[in-house]
């Protein structure tokens, strides 16, 4: 994985620590054009990988991607799903079927309803899972999709539940299915590290929250520090700056300085943060 990836929380009014700026930002990122720019301004900083939701605007920027291949022949996207409003909005605008239909992949709509339908009969829950990924991963068709991450919404209920098995089901599917390698987003990454290892996954890849003042870090900061330096997986740290809490210098030299991150993931919308923050990993963490 690259060092550095681009998320997507700035372009849909996510702002852990500001409403007025998240309505801002939700104001300015209407126009697709305005996403495109800052993906570029991104790029053109070495920034090849976006880690994004499933949000259905995102199809929009696939579009784009597909549709200027030379400019874009080393862009990785990192899907990250489920993105659940937009299941709420494809039922009120085309019904139950129309919405189906809409995000079946294109291998056929019978087929994949019949494969959905006999799950359903069944109570196959593994069907409906693998159904559903693939639907997720309808707008992603014809690019590089070499990670492909569960959400912590659901990743921290099936925690909660206790259905560890939803997290094998969903790791040998994306590997069989799109020779991707599964990816966990969390609140509360020491107890996810334990189960994964239960079940036997790996050196997984898990995202979540790493910084210095253990902004939303569910399990508790010394629980972090042990799961970084004791298991075997790959870190991806995310809220790093905690929502503007840190100041950007102090926050990426902590972070850097952590053993097991293999990245960072961070949202900016400027070109001159989006420098600043790669110059930043540049001093403290060189590249290979």
Known sequence: MDQLL??????????????????????????????????????????????????????????HMRANPTRYADYKFYPCMPYAHKYANAMTDHGLLGAIKHFLPEEGFLDSAMRGGMSLAKKDIEGITTLLIDAEMKMFAGLQTPVIFLQNVVVDFLLGLGFNEAFRIFANHVKARYGAEPGFITMNMPRLLDVLEELGIENPIVCANINKVGFRMSGGFEAYETALKEKKFRAIAMSVFASGAIPANEAIEWVCAQPNIESIVFGASSKGNIRSTRELVDRYWPRN
């Open 6 to 63: 681009f998320g997507d929380n700035q372009f849909f009014g996510v702002n852990h620590m500001s409403e007025e700026k998240a309505r801002a930002q939700a104001m300015r990122f209407q126009d697709i054009n305005a996403v495109i720019e800052v993906l570029d301004n991104a790029y053109d900083e070495g920034i090849k990988t976006f880690m994004c939701t499933t949000h259905e605007r995102i199809a929009l920027v696939c579009d």
